[in-house]
């Protein structure tokens, strides 16, 4: 069964300028993920082992969010770094098939 990749509503729709490439989680939302993170290696450059991919399990269900790779906090929020399409489709063949993987955009839902 393949995965299916949907965007996800964890986001916000304010962000001050240096942040506009990058996505937001707001850290209050953290509780609906499972207590342990799951952290994926891709890229081809020698430097991606050093930037890791953040993806949170959702409770209850055999979904994930894909975080992007971690940049920085607010009070309020973690900021990531979105992944490329290429960087997408490694993400999802790591997860392996018959998940719901979700991606963080900065869109508002």
Same mark, same amino acid.
């Given at each position: ?10 986001? +916000? ?11 937001? !989680? #707001?850290?209050?939302?953290? /509780?609906?993920? %499972? ?29 994930? +969010? ?11 929020? !973690? #900021?990531?770094?979105?992944? /490329?399409?290429? %960087? ?22």
């Amino acid at each position: 069964m393949p995965a299916t990749v949907l965007p996800s509503a964890y986001i +916000v729709g304010c962000m001050k300028q240096e942040d506009a490439n990058l996505v937001l !989680l #707001k850290i209050d939302d953290k /509780s609906k993920f %499972e207590d342990s993170t799951t952290y994926i290696y891709a890229g081809t450059d020698p430097a991606a082992v050093h930037k890791p991919i953040t993806i949170y399990k959702e409770k209850n269900a055999n979904a994930y +969010v894909v975080a992007g790779r971690y940049v920085g906090v607010t009070e309020t929020h !973690l #900021k990531y770094k979105p992944l /490329s399409e290429e %960087e997408q489709k490694i993400v999802a063949e790591k997860l392996g098939s018959g998940k719901v993987i979700k991606f963080l955009t900065n869109t508002t839902a």
